[in-house]
C-alpha cells in the first residue's frame, strides 16, 4: 500500500541534542512538507520541498533543518537552536496530478524534549 | 488579523445531531477551501475540498464556501461518534502553501 511513513512515533530528547525524524513515501508524489502541531495552534509550516535538492522555509524555519536528497525522502533535524521542540511532527506529500490542497500526512512523530 | 480563523471549540453533541463548523478567512485571493479531519494521534486526512463558492456535498457532508462574506462551513448531518475527531480548516492560492485553521474538537456522544 502507499503512503507516508513517519519514525519514530515517540522520541525523547536531551536538552542541547540534535534529532533528526525521518519521513518517506512511495506515493510518487513530488512535493513533501514538515508541519509542527501543538495544542490549540493547528499546523504550522516548517520547510517545504517541491523537487528533489530543493526546499523552502515555511512559517517557522528557525531551529530547523531540512534535505532532499532522494524523490521518496524528506529528513527534518530539530536542531538545540530550537528553543521550544516539544510537539507532534507531521510530514505530508502532495502531487502536482491531485488538487492543489490535497495532502496526504503521515501518522506523526511525538518528540519530547526532558 | 489572522489569515485563517477557527474556534478551536470543544463542541460536544448528542447523536444524530446537525453539527456545523465554520472558518473565516481574510485574504479575498484565497482559491481553494479544504476540510481535513485529523483523529486523535494520528495525522489529518483530507474530507472535502471545494474550489468555488456554494455547496458541495458528499454522503453526510456539506461544504460550504462563501467568497463574498469569507465564511467556509462543514456541515455534517446525523453525527455519529465515528466523528468525534478534530476537524481543520485549509484555505490556499494558486502555487503556496496551505494555512491550517486551529482546528475545533468534536465530540459525539451516544
Known amino acids: 500500500d502507499g503512503g507516508i511513513t513517519q519514525s519514530p512515533k515517540y522520541l525523547f530528547r536531551k536538552e542541547g541534542q540534535n534529532v533528526t525524524l525521518s519521513c518517506e513515501q512511495n506515493?510518487?508524489?513530488?512535493?513533501m512538507y514538515w508541519y509542527r502541531q501543538d495544542p490549540g495552534q493547528g499546523l504550522r509550516l516548517i520547510y517545504y520541498?517541491?523537487?528533489?535538492?530543493?526546499?523552502q522555509k515555511g512559517d517557522i524555519a528557525e531551529g530547523y533543518s531540512v534535505s532532499r536528497e532522494k524523490k521518496e525522502s524528506f529528513p527534518l533535524t530539530v536542531t538545540s537552536a530550537q528553543k521550544n521542540p516539544t510537539a507532534f511532527y507531521l510530514c505530508?506529500?502532495?502531487?502536482?496530478?491531485?488538487?492543489?490542497?490535497?495532502?496526504?500526512f503521515g501518522e506523526g512523530s511525538r518528540l519530547t524534549v526532558l | 488579523q489572522k489569515e485563517v480563523e477557527q474556534d478551536p471549540g470543544p463542541l460536544s453533541v448528542p447523536e444524530g445531531a446537525i453539527v456545523s463548523l465554520n472558518c473565516t478567512y481574510s485574504?479575498?485571493?484565497?482559491?481553494?477551501f479544504m476540510w481535513y479531519r485529523q483523529y486523535s494521534r494520528k495525522g489529518p486526512e483530507l474530507l472535502m475540498y471545494?474550489?468555488?463558492?456554494g455547496n458541495k456535498e458528499d454522503g453526510r457532508f456539506t461544504a460550504q464556501v462563501d467568497k463574498s462574506s469569507k465564511y467556509i462551513s462543514l456541515f455534517i448531518r446525523d453525527s455519529q461518534p465515528s466523528d468525534s475527531a478534530t476537524y481543520l480548516c485549509?484555505?490556499?492560492?494558486?502555487?503556496?502553501?496551505?494555512?491550517f485553521g486551529k482546528g475545533t474538537t468534536l465530540s459525539v456522544s451516544s
Open positions: 505530508a506529500s502532495s502531487s502536482r496530478d491531485r488538487g492543489p490542497g490535497e495532502l496526504f
Open positions: 506515493l510518487n508524489h513530488d512535493a
Open positions: 520541498s517541491q523537487i528533489v535538492n530543493d526546499f
Open positions: 485574504n479575498s485571493a484565497f482559491q481553494y
Open positions: 471545494t474550489y468555488s463558492s
Open positions: 485549509a484555505i490556499n492560492q494558486a502555487g503556496t502553501a496551505l494555512i
